[in-house]
């Protein structure tokens, strides 16, 4: 059996004459005619949405904009401890380079107890901190040798105003006696 093409079941006259201009036109016309049958079927068989799927729908919603939610707040609360921490950092290596540069010029070091620092200031509160600097003296052995050294401890510490809890960070730098300079 003999398959017929498109073109041969929708063009009734024969390929071997000159038709080709009289079948395209019928052709157009039946795929104009079958598109728009299609659309007014879509259209009349439209039911819509029923109320549990636009209920499913909106739960679902719900649940994105919670998770969502939920995720920027803890970014937004990790971002500020962090930034917090950020500059206890940079405020306790600060110290211990002002001790270091004491050191350096006047061949003794100031530890000190309490320092008054601001850590955060927003609109709704400034947190404040206290800084510790402490001194001690070490010797380091090295097989017949012995060096010693001064190291400067710094401490920032804060209570962090949304948990209560109490927060630290410590810096230490170890400065080993130079050109018969010793810290006593």
């Avoid at 729908?57 to 649940?63: N, Y």
């Avoid at 939610?69 to 290596?93: C, D, F, P, W």
Wanted: net charge positive.
């Amino acid at each position: 059996m003999k398959v017929k093409s498109l073109k041969q079941i929708a063009c009734p006259y024969s390929l071997a004459d000159d038709s080709t201009n009289k079948c395209s036109g019928i052709l157009a016309d039946a795929f104009q005619e079958r598109k728009a049958s299609h659309l007014a079927g879509l259209l009349r068989n439209q039911r819509g949405f029923t109320l549990i799927e636009a209920m499913v729908v909106t739960v679902v919603l719900a649940a994105m904009i919670a998770t969502i939610y939920t995720g920027v707040m803890y970014a937004e609360k990790q971002t500020r401890m962090n930034y917090r921490h950020r500059v206890a950092t940079l405020i306790a290596s600060g110290e211990v380079e002002k001790q270091y540069t004491m050191y350096m010029k006047v061949n003794m070091m100031r530890p000190f107890t309490g320092k008054q620092v601001v850590i955060d200031d927003t609109s709704e509160n400034i947190v404040r901190g206290a800084v510790t600097v402490s001194t001690k003296r070490d010797v380091e052995y090295n097989i017949t040798k012995q060096y010693g050294y001064t190291y400067v401890t710094a401490e920032v510490s804060w209570i962090d105003p949304a948990s209560k809890n109490t927060h630290k960070v410590k810096v230490r730098e170890d400065f080993y006696d130079v050109e018969g300079k010793v810290n006593n």
